[in-house]
C-alpha cells in the first residue's frame, strides 16, 4: 500500500492553488491585451491561451509591421516634390517630420540627403 506524507500533500495544494491564481491572472492580462491591441493586429494574430506567447506574437508583428511603414515612409519622403500648393517652409517641415519618424524606426535620415530632395 502507498501512502502520501501530510507535507506532500500540502505541497502538492499549494502548488494547485498557485497554479489556479497563475491561471486567473493570465486570462484577464490576455484579455486585456486583446482589448488594447487595435483591430487590424489581431486578426493577423493565431489565437493562443498564454499572455506571454501572445505578447511575443504581437512583437514579431510589429516588427515587420515598422519595416513595411519604414519602407512606406522612405518612398514617400523620396517622391515627394514641391509642387507650389503650399509654402516651401511647409514643405521643408513635412520632410523634416517624415526624417523624424523615420528616426524613431532605426533609420537615420542624413541632413545631406535631406538637401539632395529639395
Not at 498557485?18 to 493565431?46: C, G, Q, S
Amino acid at each position: 500500500m502507498f501512502y502520501i506524507s501530510k507535507q506532500l500533500c500540502e505541497f502538492y495544494y499549494e502548488e494547485k492553488v498557485h497554479y489556479k491564481v497563475w491561471e486567473r491572472f493570465n486570462k484577464l492580462n490576455l484579455m486585456l491585451m486583446r482589448m488594447v491591441v487595435a483591430d487590424n493586429i489581431k486578426t493577423a494574430l493565431p489565437k493562443t491561451d498564454n499572455a506571454k506567447k501572445f505578447m511575443g506574437l504581437v512583437g514579431n508583428y510589429s516588427q515587420t509591421a515598422d519595416k513595411s511603414l519604414a519602407g512606406t515612409l522612405m518612398s514617400t519622403l523620396t517622391t515627394m516634390k514641391f509642387d507650389g500648393s503650399c509654402i516651401m517652409y511647409e514643405h521643408v517641415i513635412e520632410m523634416i517630420n517624415i526624417a523624424a519618424r523615420l528616426k524613431t524606426l532605426g533609420m537615420i535620415v542624413n541632413v545631406n540627403f535631406l538637401v539632395q530632395l529639395f
